[in-house]
């Protein structure tokens, strides 16, 4: 089994605040009222959680206009990676992602005793489509898109997606992994719900770790036709979703305006990353998640790019030989990463 690789933490540097980019966390804190409301559930967890979850589907069944039997919570998306890998596939079964995307993809796969079919990202880090719809047999049971692309950061358009969609056998699961949905700022974004709604073969997971700065409550969406939602459900580990998270959730979801607006200025700050390393003469792909990538292709590059950043107090995540994925954090920590490419050598 491949192990997952989080993110470090950074090394303590004697007078210089260092920060940790290295696993797409939200810089700012949750909200006050949602910290306040996650205590107080705090003082109830001497009882079991709401084993349905019922206020978090009703809050998430509002938000977002779908019926709540077309939704599954678990402990976030990553459960609910395996809950469908280990649902849908066995040892006679194929499940094709781009590579390198997220690394729980080939680990839910080889759990489920199933065989992982990567099919390698193009050289601008963008899903290869094609190669992807080529790469499906008989054999394949579940496809993951994962867009934006974690780590390389682009995303595929509604028009792609859609002409990919076309070329799936229907007994293919197709499962568009959004956990950077609110990040996405581009022309024919991928409209996920609208997506899933219209076939029954798809499959959307969203987070609450990321856009919604909960990463540590743990807990993940998905979007689904009823049956592969209640496939899902039946899946999960009961009483999973614990009852600080499920408050949590509810709360995140009342203040989603306010956490859109921080949302928005992450975005700005990622613009202002990305036109910084390009002014320096770097090739980075179009950015569409909270965290950049920057491509070596090289173990020896990637080393010495996250020593050089660990050096000013940056702790970025290295995925050899092919790049390195910096988040987007504080205004600081980005000005450095921008000060950081400037005088490192583009190769
Ligand atoms: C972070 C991430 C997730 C899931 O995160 P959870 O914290 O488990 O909800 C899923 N997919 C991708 C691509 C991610 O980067």
């Not at 047999?137 to 898109?145: D, L, Q, W």
């Not at 996405?184 to 997506?195: E, K, Q, S, Y």
């Not at 899902?232 to 600080?244: H, I, K, T």
């Not at 792909?285 to 940056?314: H, K, M, T, Y």
């Amino acid at each position: 089994m491949p192990a997952y690789v989080a993110g470090k933490p950074p090394a303590e540097r004697p007078g210089l605040v260092t920060y940790k980019l290295s696993s797409n966390e939200n810089p700012y804190p949750p909200l006050d009222g949602v910290v306040e409301i996650a205590a107080a559930a705090a003082g109830r967890v001497n009882r079991y959680p709401d084993a349905g979850n019922t206020e978090l589907y009703e809050a998430l069944a509002t938000n977002y206009q779908v019926p709540a039997e077309e939704l599954a919570l678990s402990t976030g998306a990553v459960a609910l990676i395996f809950q469908l890998v280990s649902a849908y596939c066995g040892p006679e079964d194929e499940v094709v992602f781009a590579w390198r995307s997220f690394e729980a993809y080939p680990i839910a796969v080889l759990a489920a005793g199933a065989t992982a079919v990567k099919v390698p990202v193009a050289d601008d880090g963008r899903h290869d489509l094609d190669a992807m719809a080529a790469a499906i047999t008989e054999r394949t049971k579940v496809v993951f898109v994962c867009s934006p692309n974690n780590p390389t950061g682009t995303a595929v358009t509604q028009t792609e997606l859609d002409a990919f969609l076309a070329k799936v056998p229907e007994h293919v699961l197709v499962v568009v992994d959004e956990a950077y949905a609110e990040f996405v700022r581009m022309d024919d974004a991928v409209d996920g719900i609208a997506t899933y709604r219209s076939r029954p073969n798809v499959v959307v997971l969203r987070t609450f770790s990321k856009a919604y700065g909960l990463a540590g409550f743990r807990v993940g969406y998905a979007f689904a036709p009823a049956p592969i939602a209640a496939t899902l459900r039946a899946m999960a580990l009961p009483f999973g979703v614990n009852v600080v998270a499920q408050a949590a959730g509810v709360a995140s979801l009342e203040r989603k305006a306010e956490l859109l607006d921080r949302v928005d200025d992450l975005v700005t700050e990622r613009v202002r990353v990305v036109e910084g390393v390009r002014a320096a003469g770097w090739d980075v792909p179009d950015a569409q998640g909270n965290f950049v990538w920057f491509a070596f292709g090289s173990a020896d590059r990637c080393a010495e790019f996250a020593a050089a950043a660990d050096e000013i107090g940056l702790m970025v995540r290295p995925y050899p030989p092919e790049g390195v994925r910096v988040s987007i954090g504080e205004a600081e920590a980005n000005t450095r990463l921008i000060e950081l490419v400037g005088s490192f050598p583009t190769g």
